[in-house]
């Protein structure tokens, strides 16, 4: 099995669509003998959590079309036509082995709009060693985003703001169902510095997934971070194009939640506590042996 040698770049969006498109590498065997493993269309509706509830609606947009290969050398460009405003697609945005053009939008009207369902999508590749070559990917008739809404659960939120970054810390959700229609299902869940956008953390599974422990100093005192919870319904189609590349339409839910690691004590304060409980012993000690 070829495994693609993907990218990932520093920016929030970029890494967590390069983390998927190496779980689709890892969810589903690319066929031999295969220079384009995927060829792909994603759709994604997303959600700020910003206290223990549930967020009621989301508040934003975006979709994608993409390429996954193995070797830089492969191909020098691409482009997808489909019945859509934005048709053709240029692809581009990632140097080597994974390309995609990548639009946001204002609601899912207009995300269904210039993504329509049940809607051909002609892909091309030019230049490198595959030359010219085109692809076709059938979405499905409908959206197969998850009927729950990604949240996390109990005190969580609330827990996370003011955390101490070197104790362990549980997160709960709420899961989701498969939804019909879909050939695999899976949760991913990615923590990002909020200053500079860089990866922290990340952890996968299945759809049933309810919980995961951020292991004790991976984050580090005083910082914001962001979390991002995916809840992953998609359509694969092995052997489908481009000599057996893969077709997979994507449907993401995402939650994101934002929170700050409480802050190292100053060396002067953690000079005065030491003296204050020095302090408080003495005195202890003092009062013990006037009782004795």
Known sequence: MKIAQIHCHASRVAVSRCLLAIATVAAIAAPSKADITFYRVEKNVAYAQTSDAQPAAPNNFWGAVDV?????????????????????????GSPGFYIYYTPGFGSQADLDTALPNGAPYQYHVSGGILGNQSALLVTPGSNLFATATPAFTGNTYDQLQGTNSTAPQLLTFNGFATTPGATFSGTNLSIFRVSDGQFIYGTSGDNTLTSTVIPANTLAPGTAYTIEMIYDNRVGTPQAGFNGATTEVLFDSRTYLTFTTAPVPEPGSLVLFGLGAVSVLATAARRYRRVA
């Open 68 to 92: 996954i290969f193995d070797n830089p050398l492969d191909l020098t460009a691409g482009f997808v036509t489909a019945p859509s405003p934005l048709s053709p697609m240029v692809l581009g």
